[in-house]
Nanobody, 129 residues
Framework: QVQLVESGGGLVQAGGSLRLSCTASGRTFNNALMGWFRQTPGKEREFVAAINRSGGSTIESDYYSDSAKGRFTIVRDNAKNAVFLQMNSLQPEDTAVYYC??????????????????WGQGTQVTVSA
């Protein structure tokens, strides 16, 4: 059974930082698209960041939403079968439940949540003003 387990959420003041972790079990995602999405009550889930590697390439590409660009960094640790999201300069508008997601391989259009086959349970991030 494939599982994605997020951790690292919490309460932080504006301007602070958090590092979210997502550890996978049940299969490896070393060359697959992995991403982070977030959702607030009453709103649709939105793309935050993704990391992807096309077939045969040794170079990984990372992608960010406009709001995350320059503040968030996504990295992958293949040895741990995990992906991390370092979030700096957090603002109250970053408050949301953050979800880790994984696809079964390389996927284009990483910002669409239907590209991902597996999802974590989510971790709450709250940024106070």
């Amino acid at each position: 059974q494939v599982q994605l387990v997020e951790s690292g959420g919490g309460l932080v003041q504006a301007g602070g930082s958090l590092r979210l972790s997502c550890t996978a079990s049940g299969r490896t995602f070393n060359n697959a698209l992995m991403g982070w999405f977030r959702q607030t009550p009453g709103k649709e889930r939105e793309f935050v960041a993704a990391i992807n590697r096309s077939g045969g390439s040794t170079i990984e590409s990372d992608y960010y939403s406009d709001s995350a660009k320059g503040r968030f960094t996504i990295v992958r640790d293949n040895a741990k079968n995990a992906v991390f999201l370092q979030m700096n300069s957090l603002q109250p508008e970053d408050t949301a439940v953050y979800y880790c997601a994984a696809a079964t391989g390389y996927r284009s259009a990483y910002y669409f949540d239907d590209r991902y086959a597996y999802w974590g349970q989510g971790t709450q991030v709250t940024v106070s003003a």
